[in-house]
């Protein structure tokens, strides 16, 4: 069992940087990828950036590539997600997710967080 809490959302200017956490609580931390889902309103929820289980691989979604960093301290159970050069389409509500399987389907994913909101203005 995992759980999974985020911090870090807010509300901020189009061009600013914020950094999301997300705590994990369980010994087996370092056994799962880490995910960062967004949802904006009407929209599908998609994964816009994930790591393994060791932090050696990473993926990103295109519309992110370049602008959001994720990462993990397994020492601290937590993985953060870097974002700058925020743009209003950035505007979200961002869930972490762990999964124990190689891909980007939400179904992948067994433990979310609660999810926090981004909201980028003009």
């Known amino acids: 069992q995992v759980q999974l809490v985020e911090s870090g959302g807010g509300l901020v200017q189009a061009g600013d940087s914020l950094r999301l956490s997300c705590a994990a609580s369980g010994r087996t931390f370092s056994s799962y990828a880490m995910a960062w889902f967004r949802q904006a309103p009407g929209k599908e929820r998609v994964c816009v950036a994930r790591?393994?289980?060791?932090?050696?691989?990473?993926y990103y979604a295109d519309s992110v590539k370049g602008r959001f960093t994720i990462s993990r301290d397994n020492a601290k159970n937590t993985v953060y997600l870097q974002m700058a050069s925020l743009k209003p389409e950035d505007t979200a509500v961002y869930s972490c997710a762990a999964g124990r399987f190689a891909g980007v389907a939400t179904s992948l994913h067994n433990y979310w967080g609660q999810g926090t909101q981004v909201t980028v203005s003009a």
């Open positions: 790591i393994s289980s060791s932090g050696g691989s990473t």
